[in-house]
């Protein structure tokens, strides 16, 4: 996938998370028709939101994969707040049989796993490093002028 920054205002960005969100009590109930209308909500409610993009989505029975790029403008927990409170009311307006198996109005676990998807650690530290090593050489590079 090549790399592709965005832009806001005043920054250049790129961030991507994988995020796994579950039904309460991890029931297996995305399945068949209910996981198809999920995940196609989970775009719709998605592209609402301004600069918020679904890269890829996974529907399984008990848990869901998503990778999003969300701007630095929207706190993750924002967007997943936003996100699992209006699908459960979606989800519970068109498929009633839920309604009743979650009595308490609550469709999704608490929590959520989310981790960041971005550029190699591993290249961002030897670029750190290099980019101490360059200022220490142009610095010095700089005091032979003055000399």
């Known amino acids: 996938m090549p790399r592709q920054f965005r832009k806001l205002s005043h920054s250049l960005y790129e961030c991507k998370y994988h995020i796994v969100f579950c039904p309460k009590y991890r029931y297996r109930v995305l399945r068949d028709e209910i996981a198809v209308y999920v995940e196609r909500e989970i775009y719709s409610l998605?592209?609402?939101?301004?600069?918020?993009?679904?890269?890829e989505a996974n529907v399984q029975a008990d848990?869901?994969?998503?990778v999003v790029s969300i701007p630095p403008k929207y706190a993750v927990s924002n967007v997943m707040g936003y996100l699992k409170g209006k699908?459960?009311?979606?989800v519970f307006n068109r498929y009633?049989?839920?309604?009743?198996r979650y009595w308490g109005g609550h469709l999704w676990s608490r929590g959520y796993c989310v981790s960041t998807v971005g550029l190699d650690e591993e290249k961002i530290r030897k670029y750190v490093q290099w980019q101490e090593a360059k200022e220490r050489q142009d610095e010095a590079q700089q005091k032979r002028l003055f000399e």
């Open 46 to 55: 998605c592209s609402h939101k301004e600069g918020v993009e679904v890269i």
């Open 96 to 100: 009633e049989q839920l309604r009743r």
């Open 87 to 90: 699908l459960a009311i979606r």
């Open 63 to 66: 848990h869901i994969h998503v």
